[in-house]
Nanobody, 124 residues
Framework: QVQLVESGGGLVQAGGSLRLSCATS????????LGWFRHDPGKEREFVAA????????HYQGSVKGRFTISRDNAKTTVYLQMNSLNPEDTAVYYC?????????????????WGQGTQVTVSS
């Protein structure tokens, strides 16, 4: 059974940085892809970044490109989201998601497994 547990959220000032972690279990690393999404109340859940576990290919939403970096640690079976130059528009609950397949998936409907989320709040 696939389980995902996010951590690392918190309150940060604009311009600051946070690193989110997604600890996984039950994932077959050679054939899974993982993604980060975020949800701010009143808005739709939004794709942030995705990584193919098998070869490390990545894809980012335009507004975070150059500021956020998604990465994986095979030994720790953990996916990270390094977030730099944060601004108040990045405030949301951030979710880790996983699904089988080696492509990069950007729609929340394409993911089967979800973590519980971690709150990120950026103050101005």
């Amino acid at each position: 059974q696939v389980q995902l547990v996010e951590s690392g959220g918190g309150l940060v000032q604009a311009g600051g940085s946070l690193r989110l972690s997604c600890a996984t279990s039950g994932v077959t690393f050679s054939s899974y892809s993982l993604g980060w999404f975020r949800h701010d109340p009143g808005k739709e859940r939004e794709f942030v970044a995705a990584i193919s576990w098998s070869d490390g290919r990545t894809h980012y939403q335009g507004s975070v490109k150059g500021r956020f970096t998604i990465s994986r640690d095979n030994a720790k079976t953990t996916v990270y989201l390094q977030m730099n130059s944060l601004n108040p528009e990045d405030t949301a609950v951030y979710y880790c998601a996983a699904r089988s397949g080696r492509n990069l998936f950007t729609s929340s409907r394409e993911y089967n497994y979800w973590g519980q989320g971690t709150q990120v709040t950026v103050s101005s």
